[in-house]
T-cell receptor, first 109, second 116 residues
């Protein structure tokens, strides 16, 4: 499974855009990039998944450059309720999800 | 609709005791997964069920850990002779079918196990 590196923590303020970059230098051809969100005392929740270029849904956008060695999760206009841990996962879409330590995003008023 | 539920939400036990943790998956989901999450870390895979059978138990740390899913719905994770190092949050997830690309795993809130 491809190893990922992401910042340990990020701080932001309400209304700002938050961008979290994940490095995955040894990503394989068949690998997809998936992001999960985890609130305190809850299980992780799927946010978005992509293979290349850009993916957007109602929650976030995922930007993947051509070499796919990194990806950036973009959260538009965050609110206090977006305070959570965000995990970047890289894999072939199989059932065995491999989580790292994630990025703790703290949104302040 | 109802999500994945886990009981108990918290469990405190003494070293050497036996514990059972229960997971109720989303109705109709054939695939069920158990993960363990230590403080400050991401979840780690333990075991995967497809229907009633354990398709992959490679993540179980040792033979003190065992899980069953006798009717293909509810699952129980069993830990014998608990040790202090077993203290963690045990997460259960389910999916409509075996997870592949685009098949989302839905997680429960977890059971917080503390072994004294």
């Amino acid at each position: 499974l491809a190893k990922t590196t992401q910042p340990i923590s990020m701080d932001s303020y309400e209304g700002q855009e938050v961008n979290i970059t994940c490095s995955h230098n040894n990503i394989a051809t068949n690998d997809y990039i998936t992001w999960y969100q985890q609130f305190p005392s809850q299980g992780p929740r799927f946010i978005i998944q992509g293979y290349k270029t850009k993916v957007t849904n109602e929650v976030a956008s995922l930007f993947i450059p051509a070499d796919r060695k990194s990806s950036t999760l973009s959260l538009p206009r965050v609110s206090l309720s977006d305070t959570a841990v965000y995990y970047c996962l890289v894999g072939d879409g199989g059932y065995k999800l491999s989580f790292g330590a994630g990025t703790t995003v703290t949104v302040r008023a | 609709g109802a999500g994945v539920s886990q009981t108990p939400s918290n469990k405190v036990t003494e070293k050497g005791k036996y514990v059972e943790l229960r997971c109720d998956p989303i109705s109709g989901h054939t695939a069920l997964y158990w993960y363990r999450q230590s403080l400050g870390q991401g979840p780690e895979f333990l075991i995967y069920f497809q229907g009633t059978g354990a398709a992959d138990d490679s993540g179980l740390p040792n033979d003190r850990f065992f899980a069953v899913r006798p009717e293909g719905s509810v699952s129980t994770l069993k830990i014998q002779r608990t040790e202090r190092g077993d203290s963690a949050v045990y997460l259960c997830a389910s999916s409509l079918s075996p997870s592949g690309r685009g098949e989302t795993q839905y997680f429960g809130p977890g059971t917080r196990l503390l072994v004294l």
